[in-house]
Nanobody, 131 residues
Framework: QVQLVESGGGLAQSGGSLRLSCAAS????????MSWVRQAPGKGLEWVSG????????YYKDSVKGRFTISRDNAKNTLYLQMNSLKPEDSALYYC????????????????????????WGQGTQVTVSS
């Protein structure tokens, strides 16, 4: 019943911008923290950003701070990631993932799709940044 559908990816030039969306359904969206996680070809999953269920707290990977903004519209059951000043190293498949509760717990431990921290994942949207 839980469904997460990402959109908004595509091609961008270095320094450009993209806005990703994640449409959620099948659960009470505002009760769950959400994160964006990305995976470059041949690489593991990399947590990028997270937001509490009520939007009160936001967190970012150091390399995207000041460039990316996570937000959510609980009335629309939608999560967003505004990406500015894109770099080629941002190229990856971007997933939205549902946290286990209202908060997002950020750790340095390796992340996998079956990790405890996130119980549902979307199919991903591809972001490609050219130099």
């Amino acid at each position: 019943q839980v469904q997460l559908v990402e959109s908004g990816g595509g091609l961008a030039q270095s320094g450009g911008s993209l806005r990703l969306s994640c449409a959620a359904s099948g659960f009470t969206f505002s009760r769950y923290g959400m994160s964006w996680v990305r995976q470059a070809p041949g690489k593991g999953l990399e947590w990028v950003s997270g937001i509490y269920g009520d939007g009160s707290e936001r967190y970012y990977k150091d390399s995207v701070k000041g460039r990316f903004t996570i937000s959510r519209d609980n009335a629309k059951n939608t999560l967003y990631l505004q990406m500015n000043s894109l770099k080629p190293e941002d190229s990856a498949l971007y997933y939205c993932a549902r946290a286990r509760g209202r908060i997002v717990v950020v750790t340095d431990a390796p992340l996998y799709k079956d990790s405890y921290e996130y119980d549902y994942w979307g199919q991903g949207t591809q972001v490609t940044v050219s130099s």
